[in-house]
Nanobody, 123 residues
Framework: QVKLVESGGGLVQAGGSLRLSCAASGLTFSGYAMGWFRQAPGKEREFVTGISWSGGNTDYANSVKGRFTISRDNAKNTVYLQMNSLKPEDTAVYYC????????????????WGQGTQVTVSS
């Protein structure tokens, strides 16, 4: 059974940083592309960033380019999201997602989801 558990969320002032982690179990992690999504109150869930199974290819939403960095450690079955220069509009529940894929590219869709971790950025 695939399980994704996010951690690292919290309250931070605008301009600050947070690092989210997502620990995966029940899958062969190195064969899965991983992604981060977020959902703000009253809004639809949106793509934030994705990383291929090797870590060699990444993709970012325009709203976070240059501020957020996704990375993975296949030895630890963990994907990270480093968030810098946070803005109040980054406030949301952040979800980790996984998809098995042969292609070494972030996929357009994901199959497995975590429960989410709250990130709140105060102005």
């Amino acid at each position: 059974q695939v399980k994704l558990v996010e951690s690292g969320g919290g309250l931070v002032q605008a301009g600050g940083s947070l690092r989210l982690s997502c620990a995966a179990s029940g899958l062969t992690f190195s064969g899965y592309a991983m992604g981060w999504f977020r959902q703000a109150p009253g809004k639809e869930r949106e793509f934030v960033t994705g990383i291929s199974w090797s870590g060699g290819n990444t993709d970012y939403a325009n709203s976070v380019k240059g501020r957020f960095t996704i990375s993975r450690d296949n030895a630890k079955n963990t994907v990270y999201l480093q968030m810098n220069s946070l803005k109040p509009e980054d406030t949301a529940v952040y979800y980790c997602a996984a998809r098995w894929t042969l292609m070494d590219l972030p996929p357009p869709e994901y199959d497995y989801w975590g429960q989410g971790t709250q990130v709140t950025v105060s102005s």
